[in-house]
């Protein structure tokens, strides 16, 4: 990195946060304008990776810059910025899709490092029955397919088994052996969060996430991150809690 890269991050006043943007910046080769962009639409504290304890964080890190490896928490944010699709007030899933297949290039660049664009509509075959799956990505970075459901309205519990059939579908029929177990990413407009806690979706390799269609207020972006991380601290307190 330059040295105006280091300038770009020497405001950030967290030494985990400062460390991630300058491990993405490195492995990713952003420019500067890249990173300041990255550090302003907060992709830090939308990764999955920062709602874990610092430890966890620091560990991730470390693996990432001596093994070059990273990890679904690296890569998986929430929410999505996705107003570059132009959407507005209401719309279906077809809309949504169709929009961002129009705007893919873009919707890679938010998705975030090493995807690439598979399938649309992907056909899936079981005891003679056509499922078919919105959209299907490659992560170079981790090794495995992605599975991408689009949905308009909150989440709700039955998405979890719809994932569960694709991505073991995929396991079976499509994973090549170097390769890991497919991940999936459901894209929603709202989230429940003690359904999904009590789904423990995290250990089904699904990650649910809410898609924005239009840029927020910074301050509204802030204090809506700000709250998802302290309810993550509680819920990782309480785990130790019921674990004593």
Known sequence: MSWTHFIALMPLKDPLQRDYYAQMASAERWSVRTLRERIDSMLYERT???QKPGET?????ATMRDAQRMSPALVMRDPYILDFLGLRDTW????LEAAIIREMESFLLELGAGFSFV???KRIQIDGEDFHLDLLFYNRKLRRLVAVELKVGEFKAAFKGQMELY???LDKH???PEEASPLGIILCTGKKREQIELLELDKSGIHVAEYLTALPPRGVLVERLQQATQRAQLQIEQRKTDNE
Not at 92 to 95: A, F, S, V
């Open 57 to 61: 964080i620091a560990q991730e890190l």
């Open 48 to 50: 999955a990776l920062s």
């Open 167 to 169: 991505l073991r579908w």
């Open 119 to 121: 399938a649309r509509q």
């Open 174 to 176: 499509e994973r090549e």
């Open 92 to 95: 279906q899933e077809g809309d």
